[in-house]
């Protein structure tokens, strides 16, 4: 049985859509960033980053492995599965690509760009012009791989779809006054965004966890 620990952000919400993709059971325990619950001694020893996600998988036998950092829990659940990662060959190549590009660019980028765009109390121009600027480069990225792939790896939906999803979908969201005027132009963004959010899964995972 796997134990999810996890919060209501995007890096937050990639692993219950790939649990629910993968219909494996599994429980969640929320962890509310907004309270210091991630620096709580239990949960640092599951994920001694202090952030979420991580999980901890259990046999029969009851022995358990640990996993923290989003790509490598998608890795994992994939390995586990056998399912939407590609086991050898260039395709699996593909799809670790745009993992890695997700987890080492979209994601901080963004992140970022909502700090200083959103949250940050006191204003830095800089600040904002910069990740605005490295957002805006990233999703035209993804808007030229999606004008010539169904999917952002490729032929095939696979984690790095899902990766990407939540991140997207805050742009859409909740920094749509700093992103949304050029999301609204990138078509093959806007068709990926409609293929990947009629998915039941993707519909269930993005409503999770709740924060009650
Ligand atoms: N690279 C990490 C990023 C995880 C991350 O930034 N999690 C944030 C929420 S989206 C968090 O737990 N923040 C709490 C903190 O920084 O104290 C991953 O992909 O799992």
């Not at 859509?17 to 210091?36: A, R």
């Not at 991630?38 to 029969?60: C, G, Y």
């Not at 700093?178 to 899964?201: C, D, F, I, K, Y």
């Amino acid at each position: 049985m796997i134990t999810l620990y996890t919060w209501t952000t995007p890096n937050g919400r990639k692993i219950p859509i790939m649990l629910e993709e993968l219909g494996i059971p599994y429980t969640i325990e929320t962890v509310n960033i907004g309270e210091g619950e991630q620096f709580k001694p239990e949960f640092l020893a599951i994920s001694p980053n202090n952030k979420i996600p991580a999980i901890v998988d259990t046999d029969a036998d009851g022995r358990t492995v640990a996993v923290f950092e989003s790509g490598a829990i998608l890795t994992y659940l994939a390995e586990k599965t056998g399912r939407l990662l590609p086991a050898s060959g260039p395709e699996r190549y593909k799809v670790l690509e745009w993992l890695h590009w997700q987890i080492g660019g979209l994601g901080p980028m963004f992140g970022q760009l909502g700090f200083f765009e959103l949250r940050a109390k006191e204003k830095s121009e800089l600040a904002s012009k910069h990740f605005l600027d490295e957002a805006e480069r990233l999703l035209g990225v993804m808007d030229r791989q999606l004008a010539h792939h169904s999917w952002l790896a490729g032929a095939e939906y696979s984690i790095a779809d899902i990766a990407a999803y939540p991140w997207v979908m805050a742009a859409a969201e909740k920094m749509r006054p700093v992103l949304g005027s050029q999301l609204e132009s990138l078509h093959n963004v806007q068709r990926w965004l409609a293929l990947v959010g009629a998915r039941p899964a993707v519909q269930r995972g993005m409503a999770l966890p709740k924060a009650g």
